[in-house]
């Protein structure tokens, strides 16, 4: 695939994890219980999301480095 469609690919992937966690939280925002968990949840990913960003970047960086 070219990148460009691999980015639109994870552009749509992106905006539809977003609307699903956007209406989770719309039907969780009135149950303080539920809304904890919801929480937790959305949470965990990201942190795990963010490292592997990190590492990415970092692995594209010095792979450009050495040529």
């Known amino acids: 695939m070219e990148q460009r469609n691999v980015a639109y ?6 905006y539809g ?3 699903l966690i956007l209406s989770s ?4 925002r009135d149950d303080s219980t539920l ?3 919801w929480c937790w949840l959305l949470l965990c990913p990201v942190m795990l999301w963010l490292w592997v960003v990190r590492a ?6 010095f792979r ?3 040529r």
């Open 9 to 14: 690919c994870v552009l749509g992937g992106t």
């Open 17 to 19: 994890i977003l609307g």
């Open 25 to 28: 939280f719309l039907y969780a």
């Open 35 to 37: 809304l904890y968990y």
């Open 56 to 61: 990415w970047s970092a692995f594209e960086m």
């Open 64 to 66: 450009n480095i050495k």
